[in-house]
């Protein structure tokens, strides 16, 4: 078996390199956790072995890697999610506000936010501190590598691929309406207005009072006329531009966690080779510092001979061959897909190999918290001093998509956003030897061992 290449090509090039085997699966042939021969790096580094499925003779070894190390990615994952979803926002409510006349909410305005540098950050610290939110970062001690497992049903026979039920990223759209990534990443797609909006982009509405009473425009506090499609391409150019440049940055924020983290992971297709509405698999497999034997043993209410048959004391019939020559029964090799995550010496005692995979996924989200529009109205007396009162009215709407973001109607302002983007997820899943992984089709992309 030739020796895996440690100063593998770098991530992007593997991404963008044509795959070998169209429509193979992966099947699991050897797990290995390592050794003590010099002569060969596959016996000194803990790796396992996939074949494809296509009918041609390929192997391709894959070490594994600890599993701080998914955990890390899955962390970034959800922080860069976050951090893009943010950075969006708060790119579209100060570029919509850009005004240098604009009154409101510091953290709403351009002025407040992007130049006044040093009130900017007071301010969001202080917001921060009141709503109880915190700036954006990745918690790795925060994941849970939990196997996702086949359903009851699938359980009854020998899986062959297919989908399993995928535990999501965890992501939730966050209302905190206080900005949590650095200002300076979302002042970067707007720039300050210095004509003002009044009289530009509405009419302020007016009240004059006196010892007698009040006189009023109609509607006050409402504005007498707003520009709104003009307001609609405002805000349409400031979103086009964050989404451009924070998809971008989403994208190789999330390459690089993979290509430190998982460096000699294989791509079955990978997460750069997007189809319809999900990526092909990138994926490791990976070791847990701890013991999965509280998940053997609760496997024994699915079945009492589990314990036994994992660890090697349950009698087996030399002929009942599954596949590549792996012996075992077949009900009870399935179950090894609900094995929670082992250490190296019980992954390869017990038959299986746990894989931690990543992908994208089309996902449609909608961010409920609100793009504001800041107005004014004028509040006067008989003398013709006049107070100008902030007035918040909400944005039109943001739709935002892989490739663009648009406003499609001036008529329809409720302030939200939605999002339709390509979002990296990531699952866990165990994979009995000698069985396919699920959830991965396509291409391997990593070096053969052999042809």
Not at 228 to 257: F, H, I, M, P
Request: glycine share 8%; charged share 20%.
């Amino acid at each position: 078996m030739m020796r895996i290449q440690t100063a593998a090509l770098s991530l992007m090039a593997i991404l963008t390199a044509a795959g070998q085997t169209a429509g193979a699966e992966a099947l699991l042939s050897l797990i290995e956790k390592g050794g003590q021969d010099q002569s060969s790096v596959n016996r000194v580094m803990p790796f396992v072995e996939l074949r494809d499925t296509a009918g041609r003779d390929r192997e391709y070894s894959v070490p594994y890697v600890p599993e701080l190390s998914v955990k890390n990615v899955a962390a970034d994952f959800v922080a860069n999610w976050k951090s893009y979803q943010d950075t969006l926002h708060w790119a579209m409510m100060v570029g919509i506000n850009n005004n240098v006349t604009a009154l409101g909410l510091p953290h709403d305005l351009h002025f407040a936010n992007c130049t006044l540098q040093l009130p900017a950050d007071l301010t969001i610290s202080a917001g921060q501190l009141l709503t109880g939110s915190s700036w954006i970062k990745a918690d790795p001690a925060s994941i849970k590598l939990k196997t996702s497992n086949p359903s009851s049903e699938r359980a009854k026979t020998l899986p062959e691929g297919g989908v399993n039920g995928w535990r999501d990223d965890g992501v939730s759209l966050e209302n905190y309406d206080i900005p949590r990534v650095d200002r300076r990443r979302y002042c970067a797609y707007s720039n300050i207005e210095l004509i003002p909006d009044e009289l530009m982009m509405y009419v302020p509405g007016v009240r004059v009072c006196s010892p007698f009473g009040c006189v009023a425009t109609p509607d006050y506090p409402k504005p007498t006329y707003v520009n709104w499609d003009g307001l609609r391409g405002r805000l349409q150019a400031v979103c086009a531009a964050a989404n451009k440049g924070e998809t971008s940055n989403y994208q190789k924020e999330n390459l690089l966690t993979l290509s430190k983290n998982t460096p000699l992971a294989i791509h079955w297709n990978g997460v750069g080779t997007v189809t319809g509405t999900r990526s092909g698999t990138t994926m490791a497999p990976f070791y847990a510092l701890g013991t999965n034997l509280l998940s053997v043993a609760s496997m024994a209410k699915t079945d009492p001979r589990f314990p036994a048959y994992v660890s090697g004391r349950l009698p087996v019939d030399p002929s009942a061959v599954l596949s590549k020559g792996h012996v075992g029964v077949p009900e009870l090799e399935v179950l090894k897909r609900y094995l929670e995550p082992g250490n190296l010496e019980e992954q390869e005692a017990q038959g299986e190999a746990t894989f931690f995979q990543a992908w994208q996924q089309l996902d449609t989200l909608n961010d409920f918290r609100p793009l504001r529009y800041w107005a004014k109205a004028m509040e006067c007396n008989i003398f013709g001093t006049c107070t100008p009162v902030p007035l918040p009215l909400l944005a039109p709407n943001a739709v935002v998509t892989p490739v663009n973001c648009t406003v499609p109607s001036a008529a329809v302002r409720t302030g939200t956003t939605t999002i339709n983007q390509y979002r990296y997820r990531w699952g866990v899943v165990s994979t009995p030897e000698g069985f396919t992984v699920p959830n991965v089709t396509g291409s391997p992309v990593l070096r053969p061992d052999k042809e």
